[in-house]
Each structure stands twice: as C-alpha cells, then as structure tokens.
C-alpha cells in the first residue's frame, strides 16, 4: 500500500512538472521553502531524482548560540539598525526556536530575483536572496558565490561577522563543504547536500 502511495505520488509530481521545474518555484519571499513538503517529496521519489529537482545544497536551519543583544549607542532602533550580538563564553546553545528547525534555504534564485545568477545575497532585508528577519543580522550580512559547483561564502562587513565552523570570517572567501556550519551573527545554518538533506529528511520523525 505504502509502495503504491509513494507511485502516486511520483506520479503527480511528474505530472505537474515539478522535478524538472526544480525547487525554484517553491521558494517564499524570504527564500526558504517548506519542509514538510520536502519531506513529502522525499517519500515520493529516490534520491537521485531529489538531487536533480535541489540542484543545488541549501543552509538548514542548526540552533542558535548564547549570548546578548544590545543596541548601539544606546540608540531608539530603526529598520536601519543593527543590534551587537555578543558572543557567550559557554559552549551551551539556547533553545532552537521551531521556525529555525523548520528553516531551509535552497542556495537557488527565486524566479524573480534580480542580480547575478552566480552570487547568492545574504542579510535582513527583503532585497537579498536569503532573508534572515533578526536585528543582529546585518542589512548585506554575508555572499555565497557558486563557481563551476564550488560554493564559497564571504562576509559583506557585517556588523556581527560570519562564522564558519566557529571561526570568524576575514577578507577572504571560504569554500564550504558538506556539513560546516555557518554562523550569522546568533543564527546557526548546516551547508548541506541535496543528498545529505534527503538523508536529514527521511530520518526526520512523522
């Protein structure tokens, strides 16, 4: 029965087009698209066929780390504000808050984003590619740019730096790999596969 259930489903995803469409135009405003219906589509089809609709790795939402937030100069915020994070000494993460567990951002264009195709913008406001909504990210935090399937990220001088495996970020680029974690201000994100995310998804509970 289940076998079946998974046939159909296939089914209806080829129907509408959706592998070969890819995750592109699933994509909400802020970049991210839903998990569940990832999950639903991993029960549906193997994951050579995911690998193809993904194209591309994605940052999945890991935890967020101790610490405090202040205000600069004991200013009245605004939208062009960026709060300080200030880094906890203890290793101990704060609860993950569900919106974060639930945050994957595909490394792909939204369709109707403007910009070069290769540089994937990453900041607080609606302009980027990746939105990340918290007053510690900076408003142009941080770049992923995509050369022939090599994936390097650059912080854009942000106000709380980028991290990458616990280690700040300086002028240079960093290639990522397959499971570093990346650090916006307070923000942890997982660089995963298409394939890695077909793994973290199927072993996801109901």
Known sequence: MIQRDNQAAHERLAAFGMISAGVAPLLNPTGRVDPHLLAHIVASIPVEEFAQFMRRPVLAGSGIQ??????????????????????????AHETTPEALKRAIYPLVKKRDA??????????????NDLVIPDV?????????EI???????????????????????QADPLTLNNGDIIAFARYEFVFLTPEALYMRLGAAPS
């Open 136 to 144: 510690a990210i900076s408003k142009q935090h941080a770049v992923i």
């Open 114 to 127: 403007v910009g070069t195709a290769h540089l994937l913008t990453i900041g607080r406001i609606s302009d």
């Open 66 to 91: 101790s610490g405090s937030i202040e205000q600069t100069h004991n200013q009245v915020r605004t939208t062009n504000q960026t709060f300080i994070f200030e880094l906890s000494d203890q290793t």
């Open 147 to 169: 050369i022939d399937s090599v994936y390097s990220i650059r912080d854009r001088h942000s106000t709380n730096g980028t991290r990458v495996n616990h280690t700040r970020l």
